[in-house]
């Protein structure tokens, strides 16, 4: 599936529009970016979402995260997707979360925590490819080494921090299940000079039902 990253509600109603965006990822950095204070924004994100709507937890201890959770999961309702961050505090309230709400877990560096988010119940294990290429050398390698590791597991892989239609498309191949993007990339996957050039081409010399 391929998800609107985004928290602005004109950019969420246009990438619903056309027709094949599944859902919609957030993140703090994000949600700061919205005009909206993070609760309304969710609350109309989930009136426009057409499917899974991601939350990212802010804090920091496992009460408080545990609890924003619940808050979470009262103003999205059941199309909640948790993104709890890949820390030792994050696979505990994984585990303790995955059973009541999807979780998935965020910011992975290593298989190794794919691995973790799997045993504790997360539904995704989200990569940031570009990211990982600029701090780790190979961002694709990490997403292969992550489907190595989950390929007889129920957690898919979400991939984020895309930068490109090429990069999306090689993230694909390299086994991510799912792609979350900017608006910008979302456009840029649909186009292709050649695919504009052949079109024109048809259009200039052929005739259909509608050419009268």
Same mark, same amino acid.
């Given at each position: 599936?391929?998800?609107?990253?985004?928290?602005?509600?004109?950019?969420?109603?246009?990438?619903?529009?056309?027709?094949?965006?599944?859902?919609?990822?957030?993140?703090?950095?994000?949600?700061?970016?919205?005009?909206?204070?993070?609760?309304?924004?969710?609350?109309?994100?989930?009136?426009?979402?057409?499917?899974?709507?991601?939350?990212?937890?802010?804090?920091?201890?496992?009460?408080?995260?545990?609890?924003?959770?619940?808050?979470?999961?009262?103003?999205?309702?059941?199309?909640?997707?948790?993104?709890?961050?890949?820390?030792?505090?994050?696979?505990?309230?994984?585990?303790?979360?995955? &059973?009541?709400?999807?979780?998935?877990?965020?910011? +992975?560096? %290593?298989?190794?925590? !794919? @691995?973790?988010?799997?045993? *504790? /119940? #997360?539904?995704?294990?989200?990569?940031?490819?570009?990211?990982?290429?600029?701090?780790?050398?190979?961002?694709?390698?990490?997403?292969?080494?992550?489907?190595?590791?989950?390929?007889? &597991?129920?957690?898919?892989?979400?991939?984020?921090? +895309?930068? %490109?239609?090429?990069? !999306? @498309?090689?993230?694909?191949? *390299? /086994? #991510?299940?799912?792609?979350?993007?900017?608006?910008?990339?979302?456009?840029?996957?649909?186009?292709?000079?050649?695919?504009?050039?052949?079109?024109?081409?048809?259009?200039?010399?052929?005739?259909?039902?509608?050419?009268?």
């Amino acid at each position: 599936m391929i998800y609107l990253d985004s928290a602005i509600l004109e950019e969420a109603q246009a990438a619903v529009a056309m027709g094949w965006v599944k859902g919609i990822t957030t993140n703090p950095t994000l949600l700061q970016k919205s005009p909206l204070p993070p609760k309304e924004c969710l609350q109309q994100l989930s009136a426009i979402c057409p499917g899974e709507l991601y939350y990212q937890l802010c804090a920091n201890d496992f009460d408080s995260m545990i609890q924003e959770g619940y808050q979470a999961a009262e103003i999205v309702g059941d199309r909640l997707v948790l993104k709890i961050p890949a820390t030792e505090m994050g696979f505990r309230v994984t585990a303790r979360l995955a &059973s009541e709400i999807a979780c998935s877990v965020t910011a +992975i560096y %290593s298989p190794a925590q !794919a @691995a973790i988010a799997s045993e *504790a /119940g #997360a539904k995704y294990a989200i990569a940031y490819v570009n990211r990982a290429t600029r701090l780790l050398g190979d961002g694709l390698g990490l997403v292969q080494s992550m489907a190595n590791v989950l390929k007889n &597991s129920k957690t898919e892989i979400l991939a984020a921090s +895309i930068k %490109s239609s090429q990069e !999306a @498309a090689a993230t694909l191949q *390299a /086994g #991510a299940h799912h792609l979350t993007v900017p608006m910008n990339i979302l456009q840029a996957m649909t186009t292709h000079e050649l695919s504009t050039k052949t079109i024109a081409e048809f259009a200039d010399r052929g005739r259909g039902i509608s050419m009268t």
